[in-house]
């Protein structure tokens, strides 16, 4: 991990097992500490950068007992080159326009929220999330953050991306999208808007959070190669194959 000046003493602690929303008959745990106070930014770079992330003023890692299926992977951008489905994708939403704006909620934007969640997620925890719980997951933020709202042509809002900037690269935090919109592949869509936005300002790394081998759902990730996991020797080119074989430590 790297080092960073401390203003005061820094606390991590353990959650309580909870059943895993990823594997099932797996329990959760994690390790949790607060991000804030005058070195938020330089706790949650250091952080970033040894596997952990970042949901409204807490970065967490997972320490789940017997299970190290949760690994934390980044697109190494300045080598990442879209092959040839992800160039149909970018043809297919070349009308989108992206404007990044403040980490602020709005009604339009929950909207969109609540249909994504309901068409991917019904009976999820987030699909039962009110608009406040919305406004704080996009603005309890005590770090540099930020909103992409994608839309169409008619000024639609289709897409949208929150994330934030470290001093090596981007981090996706949460996305969502217009579920009727399936078939333009707008998850992957934003992205490659993402992982081109880092290398346009020289960024090296798209953070993505946690790859489970055998969550459908996270497959989409190991697309984008070369893609550089974290593990006990710290970031290292990701061997799907070989990484996908056994969750028991």
């Not at 807490?58 to 690994?71: D, E, K, L, Q, S």
């Not at 217009?178 to 934003?190: F, I, K, M």
């Not at 808007?193 to 790859?211: D, N």
Request: proline share 7%; with cysteine; charged share 25%.
């Amino acid at each position: 991990m790297d080092h960073f000046p401390l203003k005061r003493p820094h606390f991590f602690f353990t959650t309580a097992p909870l059943p895993c929303p990823y594997v099932p008959g797996r329990l959760e745990r994690k390790i949790v500490t607060e991000l804030n106070g005058g070195d938020a930014d330089a706790l949650h770079e250091a952080l970033s950068r040894a596997g952990f992330r970042r949901s409204h003023s807490i970065a967490y890692t997972p320490a789940c007992p017997g299970c190290n299926a949760c690994i934390p992977v980044r697109v190494m951008v300045n080598d990442f080159i879209p092959d040839r489905t992800m160039r149909k994708i970018s043809r297919v939403n070349q009308g989108l326009t992206a404007a990044i704006i403040p980490a602020k909620a709005s009604a339009e934007q929950f909207r969109l929220f609540a249909r994504y969640q309901e068409s991917r997620h019904s009976g999820g925890d987030m699909a039962l999330m009110g608009f406040y719980d919305y406004r704080s997951m996009v603005e309890d933020s005590p770090v540099d953050t930020f909103l992409v709202e994608f839309r169409d042509g008619d000024g639609v809002l289709t897409a949208v991306c929150l994330a934030d900037r470290i001093a090596d690269g981007l981090s996706a935090v949460y996305s969502f999208f217009e579920p009727d919109l399936a078939a333009r592949s707008l998850g992957t869509y934003v992205v490659l808007w993402l992982a081109e936005e880092a290398r346009r300002h020289g960024l090296p790394h798209l953070y993505l959070g946690y790859w489970i081998a055998e969550s459908r759902k996270m497959s989409y990730k190991t697309r984008f190669k070369p893609l550089e996991a974290f593990g006990p020797d710290g970031w290292h080119l990701l061997d799907a194959a070989a990484e996908a074989a056994p969750l028991n430590s």
